[in-house]
């Protein structure tokens, strides 16, 4: 169910404790058949502080996003192209797929082995896929994450249309000074928070008016929260937790899911 942002704080979706100063709203279940081997790793990390800390591995959420950048600035034309992949039936994909958004996929993180693995070891330097890319349809699937899910699933020689992620960093926001302002919805086995609505008396959309450069719009993900990345649940706790709050949002560059 919708929270108000002036409710208490009931547990969400598989017992996450949503923040009283956002409305949030879990995405429907899903049948766990659908996905399989699809959703990622079990008892994905859950971070328990407010400061900027590394991601596994040690590549900051900086960094990532300046890496994911520079491979759009290379070649311009490339930030949407096709990617044919060969799948195996039954098997993983090679990467974990966040499932948060409605209507595409998102490349959550790329294994270093499996389809996509081997696909980017023969692809063009400006056409491998990496880690936040949004895949908008499936061998001309698209619009259903679920269909598109499937396609995959079935293996064989699959078409991914790709979009190369555009990043939007509207600063820090201090929730003393008010209410963020965002109607939020996630997916329980998700990496990121699917934004359904900026409200017009809050701290984002204040900030949308002043920079209107980096202007945070419905539909849009959050993908990471003061430098973490992590699980849905992972980051619903860090932003009800952390009193300043800097937000990483992402959208699929030149795309419209109408």
């Not at 349809?137 to 619009?143: L, M, P």
């Not at 259903?144 to 960093?169: C, K, N, S, W, Y």
């Not at 992972?234 to 560059?253: D, N, Q, Y």
């Amino acid at each position: 169910a919708t929270m108000s942002c002036c409710s208490c704080c009931p547990p969400g979706a598989g017992g996450i404790e949503v923040p009283k100063d956002l409305r949030f709203e879990s995405a429907l279940p899903r049948d766990p058949r659908d996905f399989g081997a699809f959703d990622g790793p079990a008892g994905a990390e859950v971070f328990g502080r407010c400061a900027p800390a590394p991601e596994a591995g040690g590549t900051t959420a900086a960094g990532r996003e300046a890496e994911a950048a520079k491979v759009a600035e290379d070649d311009a034309a490339e930030v949407a192209f096709i990617a044919v992949v060969d799948f195996v039936r039954g098997g993983g994909p090679g990467a974990v797929l966040d499932l948060t958004h409605p209507a595409c996929l998102r490349l959550a993180r790329i294994e270093d082995e499996g389809p996509i693995a081997t696909y980017n070891e023969g692809a063009s330097a400006s056409r491998r896929l990496a880690a936040d890319d949004f895949v908008v349809a499936v061998s001309g699937k698209h619009s259903d994450p679920r269909a598109m899910i499937a396609a995959i699933a079935a293996g064989g020689r699959v078409e991914l249309d790709v979009r190369r992620p555009l990043f939007i960093t509207p600063g820090v926001f201090d929730k003393l000074q008010g209410q963020l302002g965002l109607d939020l919805s996630f997916h329980p086995q998700g990496f990121s928070m699917h934004v359904r609505e900026v409200f017009a008396d809050g701290l984002v959309q204040a900030n949308n008016r002043a920079h209107p450069e980096q202007e945070v719009r419905v539909g849009d993900l959050v993908t990471s929260i003061n430098g973490n990345h992590g699980s849905s649940a992972a980051l619903v706790k860090m932003i009800g937790s952390c009193g300043t709050v800097e937000m990483t949002f992402v959208r699929p560059h030149e795309w419209n899911a109408a």
